[in-house]
């Protein structure tokens, strides 16, 4: 309806964009967190890589190709023996990343190195170059070049990579085979591969946002319709109590009140005359229609316990409290009741249903002047059907009135109490996917007509 509609409208859209936005702001801040940890563990596995590959290599280059070339001449640094591991070496350089070689002995003396100054010089092995000569697995590091053996490349900038590995020399000696690589240029198809990687991951990612957003966007509207409606649903609680209190307390002030105040008034009287002897035939009918009246007002407080607080209207229980209602009107019209007694409805449309009947029967006797009224339930195709009738005046003319407010939709309540319980009552039909309306009766007279589906959640 056009009420509910503009009710929900500025402030649900305000909801659904604020909603949204967090949405967005937390899908970009988890993407920003994703790819720091995708780029964290991508430079470690490319840091790991760049060392799995010097050590291949270094351990390549140690056992194809300085191992044959390390002989008794070798060792004793024969010229043509060292210009052969010089020149294949010098080969090996110029093709590769390498940026310095060193072939220790075992018992640290440099045998050979591209940088001349250090050959023959002996230096003590550190506990890595240790255990790398005692086996064949190669040990890898970026160093800093602040070793003693390496005064001579400290003019390199930044770290490079440092691998060590022990090999078996033609003459049977163990020696350890050494080199200084350039981790940037070792370390540049892992980092593509890398970068290739963090990018496919990120393309994922933003493509799975852009895909899950259509239905973030209809969940965020969703659960703040649902917020939108739960609310409203708590104003509805909230009026319809407070329209029950005011009603309670205008029915006991002009009825039960009134006609009680009545007989203490009159009681006293009698007692006097009873107790003086004085007691006329009159006064024993008057106590006869103070008896009438006393026992006719507390039929009326069952009958206003039982409207305030009504007995289980689920199962079997539902069609009977439908009867005393219809019964409670029978001093004042003709009402005609049309229900199946088979019928079984859950709490909650059980509820509304009465509710239904209520108002409109209320308002009949109330407001319609009818002398006959037909109330009629029926249930069909999972759908709740209620009508009531009466051959009332029939609907005001004024555009103002409670007809012209249920059969146009208006948000504003009319301040009638009469008309603040149709309001309220077609409210409650709408929050169960509904319709309620007051239309023209035929010939003469009102119907109210409800109609909505049969699984509706207990209030």
């Known amino acids: 309806m056009s009420g509910r509609g503009r009710a929900d409208g500025p402030a649900d859209s305000r909801a659904v964009r604020s909603a949204l936005w967090r949405f967005a702001l937390g899908a970009t801040v988890t993407l920003v967190v994703l790819v720091g940890i995708s780029v964290f563990i991508a430079r470690a596995v490319a840091r790991n890589a760049t060392l799995d590959e010097a050590s291949d290599r270094t351990a390549t280059m140690a056992g194809t190709l300085a191992a044959p070339l390390v002989t008794s001449a070798f060792r004793q640094h024969e010229p043509d023996a060292v210009d052969d591991m010089a020149r294949l070496m010098g080969n090996r350089m110029s093709d590769t990343k390498i940026r310095h070689i060193k072939i220790w002995s075992s018992d640290g003396t440099i045998m050979w190195s591209d940088e001349s100054e250090l050959i023959g010089r002996t230096y003590s092995l550190e506990p890595d170059q240790l255990e790398a000569l005692a086996s064949d697995k ?3 590091e970026f160093s ?6 390496n005064v001579s490349e400290r003019n390199e900038k930044g770290t490079v990579l440092e691998t060590y590995v022990g090999a078996r020399g033609q003459d ?5 085979f050494e080199t200084y690589m350039s981790p940037e240029r070792t370390a540049a198809p892992q980092e593509a591969i890398v970068r290739a990687t963090v990018l496919v991951g990120v393309a994922a990612l933003v493509v799975f946002g852009l895909a899950v957003f259509p239905l973030s966007l209809r969940l965020a509207r969703g659960v703040e319709r649902a917020h939108v409606d739960r609310e409203r649903m708590t104003k509805h609680a909230l009026l319809s109590s407070e ?4 009603r309670i307390a205008q029915e006991l002030h002009d009825g039960v009140i009134q006609d009680l105040a009545g007989a203490g008034l009159v009681l006293p009287l009698v007692a006097d ?4 002897n004085r007691a006329s035939r009159e006064d024993g009918e008057l106590l006869c229609r103070l008896h009438d009246l006393v026992t006719l007002n507390v039929q009326r407080l069952r009958s206003l316990m039982a409207q305030v607080y009504p007995p289980d209207l689920t199962g079997s229980g539902l069609v009977p409290a439908i009867e005393n209602l219809v019964l409670d009107t029978a001093d004042q019209l003709d009402a005609e009741l049309h229900v199946d007694r088979s019928l079984r409805l859950n709490e909650g449309a059980g509820q509304l249903v009465y509710r239904i009947v209520r108002e409109g029967l209320r308002n009949v006797v109330k407001h319609a002047g009818a002398s006959s009224a037909l109330v009629e339930i029926r249930r069909e195709d999972g759908w709740v059907h209620v009508l009531v009738a009466d051959d009332g005046r029939g609907l005001p003319a004024e ?4 007809a012209s407010a249920e059969v146009r939709g208006d948000d504003e309540l009319p301040s009638e109490e009469g008309h603040l319980g149709l309001q309220l009552l077609r409210d409650s039909v709408t929050d169960a996917h509904g319709t309620l309306e007051l239309v023209p009766n035929r010939p003469r007279g009102t119907r109210l007509r409800a109609r909505f589906l049969e699984d509706v959640p207990g209030f």
Do not use: A, I, T
């Open 273 to 276: 005359r009873v107790s003086d």
């Open 399 to 402: 555009p103002s009135d409670v």
């Open 138 to 140: 190669p040990v890898s």
């Open 172 to 176: 049977g000696s163990r020696f350890l």
């Open 243 to 246: 329209l029950e209190r005011r």
């Open 144 to 149: 800093d070049l602040s070793d003693p053996e």
